[in-house]
């Protein structure tokens, strides 16, 4: 193909995407369509992965057997969404296998917010009120992303998570409502889990690089800046109302904006995290590339084991 | 030993007897039978379905989005396949 | 206490569904491939919802103020009843599943029976958990063929799992004082009439997946008087842990 055609394709494809067209799996697109689209999925469906580890820390130890199966339904939730997001990414030409050798390389990032540790039960609550909160402040828009799978898998995970939150914040109800040993409990998780939360929505915009391309393709409908804003304005009222305190001393209401004034997020442990330095990046790594070494002969088993059934039965059928 | 990796499948679900069924994702297993038992676990967990089906996706053949035009552009003229083409005064009942 | 056997039965039945939850509740996040850790993970859930039907039933009939999360997590490690198989160790995946298939298959004809029995409450848990555990042996016995009957190396580690678990399985006919009054009760199942069954089922379907049927005939029990081995205490200090380090608190 001429470069002509191509850059003539590629406004077709743009066009279709301004007419909120969906598209599909066998379509044409622009070869940074199809990388930026693995990318962002796979790091999404790597995110959702990794996130049964810091809940999955805490199901043998639920304080209730109520809270045991609502902790194991959403941990198992997330490994669902996990594989939606990978069938939905293998469209795109990549092997799930192929996806885990990056993450487990090292080469494919996920939400750094997984590499904290959850240290108390009063965690759960936290993350499910706070990390859903913002998880689903990020994903709803994507309901209306323009690659096909990436949508669709995108309504499914956002159906199914609506219990998510829910689950989290009665958690937190439950607490704050208790013993002032409780109490303390959920105070403690909400000051080790807010400033996370904040920068899992993602760097400033002015120092977010992929930003206008994702709007135009509607990988992202609103800027960092502006989902962390709704966050903070929908979650500071939820605290509120249990008798939580946000820990920012700067936090306040501004009437003439219509919005909460925050204080200055630390973006230095962020990046440190991202790169590889937070608490748990180590172990959450070994805890993924061990279940899945300690895997391999159990899958090559099946593998083998189908073989040798379609073996048989191509046999009997001579 | 490395072997092969776990074939995927495309699941169809039918939510209720009288709907068909449709095409709700794709999971890894190693044979039909797994793959049966994996989409009732991540596919009906909550009560979506009453009956499965799958297909290992190489199986599948797809029309090319490249022959669209030949395809499905000669349908699209076509309007005396639809009721609203003909003429009918108004006073005509049931029809 | 005026049902002090029935409540005593039930902790029976249900402590095997609690004990083999929480173990394959372990591996939620860390199964060998994804789609197989959500099946062990629906295990589980399909368990504790079983466990939260008995216990609850308990409580009703205790009818002292104990909730299920009293009985599930504040007793004593010998004071649970569960049979030794199904508190083993998650040590590979040829180990869960094989426990998870020889516990299958007893669960099975033991709903089975269960469901005729003349406490309605029970007939009526046992009737809906049939169907669950129908599919967990489904699900198990799958597994136990394809390792089997997959390369060297799983037929070696399923065989190691069954050889090492076999010890465990006489003890699931073994009938206690309490089971004996509630069969006598036309209450309890006899599992001393499962027996026979049970080991042509099992046999039968080791010799699908070309395994070797284990000869030992020195079998371990105890769990059901409440002496376990040494990995229940672990198991349970997990369990126990929020409600032993917060008492008397809600969640």
New interface residues.
Partial sequence: MSEEQIKNLEEQFEARIARDEKI?P???MPEKYRKTHIRQMSQHAHSE?IG??PE?NW???????????AL??K???E??H???L???T?TLGI???EMYEQLHSGKAKYSSIFNYPTIT?ADMGAIGWLVDGAAIINQVPLCNTSYGPYA??MI?VCK?ESFHQRQGYE?MI??AN??P??KEMAQDALNRWWWPSLMMLGPTDDVSVHTAQSMKWKLKRKSNDDLRQQFIDQTVPQAELIGLTIPDPDLKWNEEKGCYDFGEINWDEFWQVVKGHGPMNKERMK?RV??WE?????????????E???ERKQKQAV | MATKNWPLWEIFVRSKNGLEHRHCGSLHASDAEMALENARDVYTRRNEGVSIWVVESKHITASNPENNGELFEPAQDKVYRHPTFYDLPDEVKHM | MKNKNLYNYILGIADNSLILGQRMGELCGHGPSLETDIACTNISLDLFGQVRSYFQYAAKIAGDGRTEDDIAMLRKEREYKNVLLVEQPNTDFAFTLGRQFLFDVYHLAFLSELQKSSDLTLSAIANKCIKEVSYHERFSSDWVKRLGDGTEESKQKMQDAINSLWTYTDELFHQTEVDKAMVEEGIGVDVTQLKEEYYKKVSQLLEEATLDIPESKWFQKGGKEGIHTEHLGYLLSDLQYMQRTYPNMEW
Wanted: aromatic share 8%.
């Fill in positions: 599909e066998k379509d044409w992965i049964m580890l999955g199901i043998t130890r639920a304080p209730s057997l109520r809270r045991k199966v194991l339904a941990v198992q939730d490994a669902g996990g594989l939606y990978y069938s939905a293998e092997s799930r296998d039960w669709r898998a499914r199914e958690i439950k607490l208790g013993t040993e409780q805890a061990g279940a300690r895997g391999e002969w159990v899958r090559d088993a099946a593998m083998v084991h189908a040798k059934k379609q």
